[in-house]
């Protein structure tokens, strides 16, 4: 693991309470992280700090939901998940978001200049 990468673990672990062990180079943050909203805010502000303002230039929204909140759609939303969860097996509403793993912000920071997943 690279120096950069670690730093960015910590950095996540910190701001989101997960525990650094449980995260690594393919975590996620919206998919497996679930960091959104004003999280996401937090976690490119700390980057910013420690890496450099280019973070800021990211295109986070198409990685996470930048909103707080909950969408008008929620309660159907609901009812769909409660319907189709015996044949899904799973209870999660599927991520409209591209992913974007900490391994990718660790080699984006390392570039020093945004680079497509």
């Known amino acids: 693991m690279t120096a950069t990468l670690d730093r960015?673990?910590?950095i996540t672990s910190r701001m989101t309470g997960v525990k650094a062990a449980k995260l690594n180079a393919n975590s996620a943050i919206d998919q497996d992280i679930r960091i959104y909203g004003d999280d996401v805010t937090d976690l490119a502000e700390?980057?910013?700090a420690e890496?450099?303002?280019q973070v800021w230039q990211w295109p986070w929204q198409r990685f996470a939901?930048?909103?707080e909140g909950l969408s008008l759609l929620f309660?159907?939303?609901?009812v769909w998940q409660l319907l189709t969860?015996?044949?899904r097996g799973?209870?999660?509403y599927p991520s409209q978001f591209e992913r974007l793993e900490l391994g990718h912000i660790a080699k984006v920071?390392?570039?020093g200049q945004w680079l497509e997943p």
């Open 90 to 92: 799973t209870f999660e």
């Open 65 to 67: 939901e930048l909103n």
């Open 51 to 53: 890496f450099g303002d």
């Open 85 to 87: 969860w015996p044949v």
């Open 8 to 10: 960015v673990i910590e």
């Open 46 to 48: 700390a980057l910013a």
């Open 75 to 78: 309660p159907f939303m609901l």
């Open 109 to 111: 920071i390392d570039a």
